[in-house]
């Protein structure tokens, strides 16, 4: 490789070890790089080379896994298909995604945001039970349609990091499970709907949502889960008015 094609980038990670750091502090390191490198790539080299005791999440590098999503200058991002070239000269700042619990370094504890996927239902609650020899669960392409954007949710947690919201309010079911949750319940083959409903009309519920849109624009599949988050607010009015209707009925 040319020496022109080599150059150096200075990276500033927030570094972060319980054990022996009373506060979390950036520490400066340089990184020698190509066009091709991603800031995934980075922290492996300075992992390899420079300081192997730097901790961060990483798994597939096609931005697929969800797992490497950390504050890049600011703004929560995928690393490995974020790339050094388009964030020369530098200085970067890498931190760990906000509005989450620091576990070590880049590296956040994630349990409070699986707590709210699981707690969504998130499979399908047939309409009707039937046995595997009777076949499939078919469906039209303009069924899938209805929800097949959803469904691309990676679960990175880059609209979590971005939702002013739940910043303030950590109990906020937040936009990834409503997205997931709009999944299932726009699913032709699926009958859980009230249940799910249930549980996005209280006070930390899809009504938390101040409507910023910061999570679509964070979104690394274009998923949109403020538009799920619409959808939702319009299913939970929807379902309080007919609540209402059948009261007055039975009154």
């Known amino acids: 490789m040319a020496d022109r094609d080599r150059l150096t980038i200075e990276l500033w990670i927030l570094r972060y070890r319980p054990a022996q750091d009373e506060e979390p502090h950036f520490v400066s390191y340089t990184v020698t790089y190509t066009e091709e490198m991603s800031v995934l790539e980075a922290l492996q080299s300075i992992k390899d080379e420079q300081d192997g005791s730097l901790s961060f999440r990483w798994s597939c590098r096609m931005a697929i896994c969800g797992s490497c999503g950390m504050m890049i200058d600011g703004t929560p991002?995928?690393?490995?298909?974020?790339?050094?070239?388009?964030l020369a000269p530098g200085p970067v700042k890498i931190a760990p995604l906000e509005n989450f619990p620091i576990e070590r370094d880049l590296v956040v504890t994630v349990a409070d945001f699986v707590k709210k996927i699981e707690s969504i239902y998130p499979f399908i609650m047939p309409k009707e039970t039937k046995p595997v020899e009777a076949g499939e669960y078919?469906?039209?392409?303009?069924?899938?349609?209805?929800?097949?954007?959803?469904?691309?949710?990676?679960?990175?947690m880059l609209c979590y990091a971005a939702c002013p919201q739940f910043g303030a309010n950590p109990d906020f079911i937040g936009p990834g499970a409503m997205a997931l949750l709009q999944r299932y319940n726009?699913?032709?083959?699926?009958?859980?709907?009230?249940?799910?409903?249930?549980?996005?009309?209280?006070?930390?519920?899809?009504?938390?949502?101040?409507?910023?849109?910061?999570?679509?624009?964070?979104?690394?599949?274009?998923?949109?889960?403020?538009?799920?988050?619409?959808?939702?607010?319009t299913n939970s009015a929807f379902d309080f008015f007919l609540r209402g209707l059948r009261k007055e009925n039975h009154s």
């Open 186 to 233: 726009g699913d032709s083959r699926d009958a859980g709907s009230r249940e799910r409903l249930d549980l996005i009309h209280g006070e930390d519920g899809v009504w938390s949502c101040t409507a910023v849109g910061l999570c679509s624009e964070a979104c690394p599949k274009l998923v949109d889960p403020a538009n799920a988050v619409n959808q939702n607010k």
């Open 77 to 86: 991002k995928l690393a490995c298909s974020t790339f050094l070239r388009d």
């Open 138 to 156: 078919l469906q039209t392409p303009a069924q899938m349609a209805a929800y097949e954007p959803f469904s691309d949710c990676i679960n990175c």
